[in-house]
């Protein structure tokens, strides 16, 4: 069954720590990849995503993830964490043929941002 | 360029009734998605249209139904609301034959 794990559901971090955020897949083949945040009350923005290539992929932000498909993760990182990054982080997987609109979300991490 | 725009942003309604949400896509998107959010169950995706037309369909009731027009603007419809359609419904937007979707606000809905 296809689906996206992220086992941390709450984080708290200092800011000015790095931060990573997991994410890990099923999927029958090599799928397109997605991070979003959410702040609350708004919508999704996209933060960065994978579909092929070189597997350290750069966003906005100042976000980096890495696919590894050894470990069928794709995790999401920053040196230097704001306090505006406090927010829901989400990770995607979509199919590589079409239906790229249909997107299994994880069920999110909560970041809290210390001052 | 707008964003994509959803309205109402906030709805309440009562149980056995039906509400109608509207998106309207970034200009030149096409495909009009929609999903559902709620604490339990998370995103899920509802359907997609595009040129009119259903193309993809998630895991919902046959409450749950769509359309969309001509100028791509979108509009899905619940009948006969239950308590656990409390949800943020959110409409995304795509370009087609780009890789990115593009989301709206959302629509907070409380069925009471």
């Known amino acids: 069954a296809q689906s996206v794990t992220q086992p941390d559901i709450h984080i708290t971090v200092s800011e000015g720590a790095s931060l990573e955020l997991r994410c890990n897949y099923s999927?029958?083949?090599?799928?397109?990849l997605f991070w979003y945040v959410q702040s609350p009350g708004q919508g999704l923005q996209l933060l960065l995503k994978?579909?092929?290539?070189?597997?350290l992929v750069q966003g906005i932000k100042g976000f980096e993830a890495e696919f590894k498909r050894s470990q069928s993760s794709f995790n999401l990182r920053k040196p230097s964490v704001h306090w505006s990054d406090a927010a829901e982080y989400f990770c995607?997987?979509?199919?590589?043929?079409?239906?790229?609109?249909?997107?299994?979300f994880g069920a999110g991490t909560r970041l809290a941002v210390h001052p | 360029k707008a964003g994509v725009t959803q309205t109402p942003r906030y709805l309440i309604k009562t149980r056995g009734q039906q509400v109608t949400l509207s998106c309207s896509p970034i200009?030149?998107?096409?495909?009009v998605s929609w999903y559902q959010q709620t604490p339990g169950q998370g995103l899920q995706f509802l359907f997609e249209?595009?040129?009119?037309?259903?193309?993809n369909k998630g895991n919902f009731p046959g409450r749950f139904s769509g359309r969309q027009f001509s100028n791509s603007r979108s509009e899905m419809n619940v009948s006969t609301l239950e308590l656990g359609d409390s949800a943020l419904y959110l409409c995304?937007?795509?370009?087609?034959?780009?890789?990115?979707?593009?989301f709206g606000p959302g629509t907070r809905l409380t069925v009471l």
């Open positions: 994978y579909f092929s290539g070189d597997t």
């Open positions: 995607a997987v979509g199919p590589t043929s079409g239906g790229y609109n249909k997107l299994i």
């Open positions: 999927y029958g083949a090599t799928p397109y």
């Open positions: 200009s030149g998107h096409r495909s």
């Open positions: 995304a937007s795509r370009r087609e034959g780009a890789d990115t979707q593009y």
């Open positions: 249209y595009f040129s009119e037309t259903q193309r």
